[in-house]
């Protein structure tokens, strides 16, 4: 006796006992039934998932050891987990230390910034067929047992990147409130970028699935937060974000924001280089429509003037003006056409990297 159910969209065949599969619910994202050409000798094909949890560290031997120890051995839907410590130019023991612990690490020559420590343990994750990377931060302000809530949305096919939200309760404790001001002015500043409402886009303790890492191409050596949640949104990757707890130690001073002021500078020349990257006639053309019509104001108020007096006097000047803003506002939209059309060159440049890493690092 052949029979042929379907459950939850899911179909196997029971063929005189062979194959019973009465928990649907079971059957996840990473789980493929399988048959032959007749339907016959159902079996389940489970696809080995590989977790890479990165520790960028500089400097961390106080606190590398107990954040890797601190790391779940296995977790729900995950075949195989590597830790993966990228010793950032340490001038301390931190990359001994991690290897101790049998930790995978590389490490750079000298200090070249958490961006450029992102970019390397994006190659070493695909290198080594990652399904998912999971960014956490080597001090310990994470709970690595909330892990699994940066993996399941991806486990179960709901995100392609999800990021720890620090803010969902407002403040946390014994974060400084000029930190937490300045983030919530950066994630403004991204979502409107995104168009998409995000509320904490600085937070390290992060996942990515492979599609999202093979198409990154992440510029930025000062910081990689900001640069790759624009980067993902804008390429049509979905990013959510979910809620985890977070621990500061008042004492201790941020890698990456120590200086407000400095890490305000970089960060947002890092999202405007991003911005016209990708949304040049945005940034372009409403430059230049502004310009244009502050020279039309000029123009048309030099008119009314002139008909109404017959004399262009006392307001020549804003003749000179509406010419000069007129003219400029042209020439920033003969830019942002250009842009616009090197951001498509653009566009079919990185479906051709997207490709060719797919190739080099097909699993």
């Avoid at 107990?66 to 990228?86: A, D, R, W």
């Avoid at 974060?175 to 995000?198: D, E, H, T």
Wanted: proline content about 4%; aromatic content about 12%.
């Amino acid at each position: 006796m052949n029979e042929n159910m379907n459950y939850g969209g899911f179909l196997y065949t029971n063929y005189w006992g062979f194959f019973e599969f009465p928990y649907p619910q079971v059957v996840n994202s990473w789980t493929n039934l399988c048959f032959n050409k007749d339907g016959y000798n159902a079996y389940v094909e489970t696809k080995h998932m590989k977790l890479v949890i990165l520790i960028p560290a500089f400097n961390e031997e106080k606190n590398i050891i107990q954040t890797i120890n601190s790391i779940p051995k296995s977790f729900p839907g995950i075949e195989k987990t590597e830790i993966l410590v990228l010793d950032d130019g340490s001038k301390d023991k931190t990359a001994d230390l991690a290897r101790l612990t049998g930790a995978a690490v590389v490490s750079h020559l000298q200090n070249r910034g958490v961006g450029a420590a992102f970019h390397s343990a994006v190659q070493y994750a695909l290198e080594n067929e990652a399904d998912i990377m999971v960014g956490i931060d080597a001090d310990g302000q994470f709970d690595s047992a909330e892990i699994p809530l940066l993996v399941n949305p991806i486990l179960n096919k709901n995100a392609d990147m999800v990021v720890g939200n620090r803010f969902t309760a407002g403040r946390p404790d014994r974060m400084p409130w000029i930190k937490y001001v300045g983030n919530q002015q950066v994630a403004n500043l991204v979502s409107r970028v995104c168009g998409k409402r995000f509320t904490d886009v600085s937070c390290g303790f992060r996942a990515y699935n492979r599609e999202t890492l093979l198409r990154f191409n992440i510029y930025g050596q000062f910081t990689y937060t900001h640069e790759t949640i624009i980067s993902a949104v804008l390429q049509g990757l979905k990013v959510i974000e979910v809620p985890i707890s977070v621990t500061y130690d008042p004492d201790r001073e941020s890698r990456v924001a120590g200086s407000i002021f400095n890490y305000a500078s970089r960060t947002s020349k890092i999202i405007l280089r991003v911005f016209l990257d990708y949304r040049p006639m945005r940034a372009f053309g409403s430059a230049g429509l502004i310009c244009i019509l502050i020279g039309l104001f000029f123009g048309f108020f030099l008119l009314i003037h002139y008909l109404l007096t017959g004399s262009f006097t006392p307001y020549k000047t804003f003749g000179f003006l509406s010419l000069g803003f007129g003219i400029f506002g042209l020439i920033v939209l003969m830019i942002a056409l250009i842009s616009d059309m090197l951001n498509r060159m653009k566009a079919n440049q990185e479906k051709i990297l997207y490709e060719m890493k797919k190739m080099r690092y097909g699993k």
